[in-house]
């Protein structure tokens, strides 16, 4: 072992805790100051402590105080918005109700009252030679509004090929005509016969 190249060895080292605990080790240096040991450290303790170096805790707590305030102060802010939305639509709605007067409506107004009489007047006569006009040509009544439905749907349901065949045999006459379709299948079933 070579000599004068290690450091001096202490035997009773006293080590200073800053929470005043005091105890003595062996180590190279004869007094020994520490910020935590084994009487205040929470690990063996159980509780716990905040160890505040320079204020950085201080300056921890302030901001977290200071986003709280921002926070309740945005809140606000928002509350105070939609108040003032609310408060706008309440008033467009209200307008909206009192809305102007269409054009038509406007001249509706201003004719005096005997033509307005007048055109009411009118208007049912109007109705009443349309269906004169219809009597003379021979319809006599309106189908019901069930029968146009059913109507409507067959209409739906079959082909067109079957609507044509059908609208030309009304015109016609004629009693049945088959269609195109059935005529197809009549002349394969005929042609598997011969086969």
Do not use: W
């Not at 004719?111 to 004169?132: H, M």
Request: net charge positive; proline share 4%.
């Amino acid at each position: 072992m070579r000599k004068d190249i290690h450091p001096q060895y202490y035997e009773d080292a006293q080590v200073i805790c800053s929470c005043g605990n005091t105890f003595t080790v062996g180590a190279t240096q004869k007094v020994i100051k520490t910020d935590v040991c084994s009487a205040c450290h929470p690990l063996f303790t159980g509780e716990q402590r905040i160890v505040d170096t320079a204020g950085q805790v201080e300056r921890y707590l302030q901001r977290v105080e200071q986003k709280e305030r921002m926070a309740q102060e945005t809140k606000a802010r928002r509350a105070e918005l939609e108040a003032k939305k609310r408060a706008e639509e309440e008033a467009q709605s209200a307008k909206k109700t009192t809305r102007k007067r269409s054009p038509r409506r406007k001249k509706a107004e201003e004719k005096p009252e005997a033509e307005a009489k007048v055109e009411i007047v009118e208007k049912p006569k109007r109705q009443r030679r349309a269906k004169a006009k219809k009597d003379e040509a021979g319809v006599a009544e309106l189908e019901p509004k069930a029968e146009k439905a059913e109507a409507k749907v067959e209409i739906a349901e079959k082909p067109k090929r079957q609507r044509r065949a059908k609208a030309k045999k009304d015109e016609a006459g004629v009693a049945e005509l088959e269609p195109k379709a059935e005529k197809a299948e009549e002349k394969g079933a005929a042609e598997n016969r011969e086969a």
